[in-house]
């Protein structure tokens, strides 16, 4: 009899592995493709290598800035794919080492639950039988292929599929403006490749404050990617782009094709409707200790549809685990950060000003140019940046942080670990931050309050 089952070797089933082999449990987890999921196979690890790349390459061109003089500054992509998949074969390895020291079982194989008794969950795999008194259900998510008149998931590229592309394409339509396909815009962008994005809302990354949103997208427009918003995709003929808006129907060509709508939770196949676990219109119904309906059965990650984002899956499956052996813990999402990994980067934690003013949140808001902190000015030449804060309009508490701006995505746990432990900007102007550095940008909007 196993302590947990857990379906899933993403980021939430590999770590409730983790945490749960340290506390001394039994533990046997599944995959029927490989471990780490997603996020370390298709998405997180790969793309932010093959960015990571293509940043190198802009900073190269641009070293007259700095005063270092680069000539025939070129790029070779297969090498650029050959380390992404270098660094994934790396890192896999690595979840597989954590795996053996905790003693987890690792069965690479689909999994089905059989049968749901009062006081276990059998889970067949591989021929065999696997009794487990909990399960934690991490199966995570996949792309969603939108029903748009001659598009099928054969004839387009999804975050999958676009990632083992030997030769990198003239032109690329890009359909949706979210996380992903900003991502992949800049990367393409970068490397010298007509970009075309079409999202149908009136600015891309929704969720994103707002502000921050359209000073990216005119950052990308000033290095050529082309964006079309408002822009329904009524057809889609080959890998051209058939779209309406208000000036009308317009058809955009280009060589290949990238579909980034968002993702679809994976919850069929694999026997869950056995366990009579209730579902909410986004995911697995969870309560803030991550436990479904039924007792013995947890959910984390994607699965819920709450907070597709790895990190966001980490904490889930703390949280599920320190609540199967008796420890009290709940769920926050209050300061989950949020990062675009483009150039510039944006970085987001805690409310946006539209949902402030959405849920009738008095406030006060501030924002300051990043030129504020030297070290800025020091490492981007010519470059611009913004930071804006939220604050609590009675108590002057840290309700929200957005950046625009290198390296944002490195500074913002600061900002999440103040709206975390509830801060105060008065607070916040009391701890000493290392000079120079950007990180002193919050010290500096804080006094602006």
């Given at each position: 009899?196993?302590?947990?089952?857990?379906?899933?070797?993403?980021?939430?089933?590999?770590?409730?592995?983790?945490?749960?082999?340290?506390?001394?449990?039994?533990?046997?987890?599944?995959?029927?493709?490989?471990?780490?999921?997603?996020?370390?196979?298709?998405?997180?690890?790969?793309?932010?290598?093959?960015?990571?790349?293509?940043?190198?390459?802009?900073?190269?061109?641009?070293?007259?800035?700095?005063?270092?003089?680069?000539?025939?500054?070129?790029?070779?992509?297969?090498?650029?794919?050959?380390?992404?998949?270098?660094?994934?074969?790396?890192?896999?390895?690595?979840?597989?080492?954590?795996?053996k020291l905790v003693k987890a079982e690792v069965i690479m194989a689909e999994a089905q639950i059989e049968e749901r008794k009062p006081d276990h969950i059998i889970?067949?795999?591989?021929?065999?039988?696997?009794?487990?008194?909990?399960?934690?259900?991490?199966?995570?998510?996949?792309?969603?292929?939108?029903?748009?008149?001659?598009?099928?998931?054969?004839?387009?590229?999804?975050?999958?599929?676009?990632?083992?592309?030997?030769?990198?394409?003239?032109?690329?339509?890009?359909?949706?403006?979210?996380?992903?396909?900003?991502?992949?815009?800049?990367?393409?962008?970068?490397m010298g490749v007509k970009v075309n994005v079409f999202e149908m809302l009136d600015e891309i990354l929704p969720g994103i404050d707002a502000e921050m949103s359209?000073?990216?997208?005119?950052?990308?427009?000033?290095?050529?990617?082309?964006?079309?918003?408002?822009?329904?995709?009524?057809?889609?003929?080959?890998?051209?782009?058939?779209?309406?808006?208000?000036?009308?129907?317009?058809?955009?060509?280009?060589?290949?094709?990238?579909?980034?709508?968002?993702?679809?939770?994976?919850?069929?196949?694999?026997?869950?409707?056995?366990?009579?676990?209730?579902?909410?219109?986004?995911?697995?119904?969870?309560?803030?200790?991550?436990?479904?309906?039924?007792?013995?059965?947890?959910?984390?990650?994607?699965?819920?549809?709450?907070?597709?984002?790895?990190?966001?899956?980490?904490?889930?499956?703390?949280?599920?685990?320190?609540?199967?052996?008796?420890?009290?813990?709940?769920?926050?999402?209050?300061?989950?950060?949020?990062?675009?990994?483009?150039?510039?980067?944006?970085?987001?934690?805690?409310?946006?000003?539209?949902?402030?003013?959405?849920?009738?949140?008095?406030?006060?808001?501030?924002?300051?140019?990043?030129?504020?902190?030297?070290?800025?000015?020091?490492?981007?030449?010519?470059?611009?940046?913004?930071?804006?804060?939220?604050?609590?309009?009675?108590?002057?508490?840290?309700?929200?942080?957005?950046?625009?701006?290198?390296?944002?995505?490195?500074?913002?746990?600061g900002a999440a670990m103040a709206i975390e432990m509830q801060m105060r900007v008065k607070d916040l102007q009391q701890v000493v931050f290392p000079h120079p550095?950007?990180?002193?940008?919050?010290?500096?909007?804080?006094?602006?309050?």
């Amino acid at each position: 009899m196993y302590d947990l089952g857990i379906i899933g070797a993403g980021p939430a089933g590999y770590v409730a592995a983790e945490r749960a082999g340290h506390k001394g449990m039994k533990v046997v987890i599944f995959d029927k493709r490989h471990l780490g999921g997603v996020c370390l196979n298709e998405g997180c690890i790969p793309t932010k290598t093959m960015l990571y790349s293509a940043k190198l390459y802009e900073n190269a061109l641009l070293g007259e800035k700095y005063g270092i003089s680069c000539t025939g500054v070129s790029f070779d992509f297969g090498k650029i794919m050959d380390r992404k998949d270098k660094v994934v074969k790396k890192l896999v390895a690595g979840v597989a080492s954590k795996m053996k020291l905790v003693k987890a079982e690792v069965i690479m194989a689909e999994a089905q639950i059989e049968e749901r008794k009062p006081d276990h969950i059998i889970i067949k795999a591989d021929g065999n039988s696997y009794p487990c008194k909990n399960l934690l259900i991490a199966t995570g998510s996949e792309a969603a292929i939108p029903p748009i008149k001659g598009l099928t998931k054969e004839k387009a590229y999804t975050n999958r599929e676009i990632l083992q592309i030997k030769e990198l394409p003239k032109s690329i339509n890009i359909i949706g403006g979210g996380v992903i396909g900003i991502e992949f815009a800049g990367f393409f962008n970068s490397m010298g490749v007509k970009v075309n994005v079409f999202e149908m809302l009136d600015e891309i990354l929704p969720g994103i404050d707002a502000e921050m949103s359209t000073l990216l997208r005119n950052e990308l427009k000033k290095k050529g990617v082309e964006f079309f918003l408002g822009a329904k995709v009524e057809e889609v003929k080959g890998n051209t782009v058939v779209i309406s808006g208000k000036e009308g129907q317009k058809e955009v060509s280009a060589d290949i094709l990238l579909v980034a709508v968002g993702r679809k939770i994976n919850s069929e196949g694999f026997g869950l409707e056995k366990t009579g676990v209730e579902f909410t219109p986004k995911g697995i119904k969870i309560d803030n200790h991550c436990r479904t309906n039924i007792p013995n059965i947890y959910a984390a990650g994607d699965v819920t549809g709450f907070s597709l984002l790895a990190h966001t899956a980490y904490r889930e499956a703390e949280v599920a685990v320190n609540n199967i052996v008796g420890e009290k813990d709940i769920m926050r999402y209050d300061a989950i950060p949020g990062v675009v990994y483009t150039n510039p980067e944006v970085s987001s934690v805690g409310l946006t000003e539209e949902e402030a003013v959405k849920q009738g949140i008095k406030f006060k808001k501030a924002t300051l140019p990043l030129a504020f902190a030297g070290r800025f000015i020091a490492e981007n030449e010519g470059k611009n940046g913004l930071i804006k804060m939220i604050t609590g309009e009675k108590y002057g508490e840290i309700l929200g942080v957005h950046i625009i701006g290198n390296p944002s995505s490195e500074i913002i746990y600061g900002a999440a670990m103040a709206i975390e432990m509830q801060m105060r900007v008065k607070d916040l102007q009391q701890v000493v931050f290392p000079h120079p550095t950007v990180s002193e940008i919050f010290k500096e909007i804080a006094f602006t309050f």
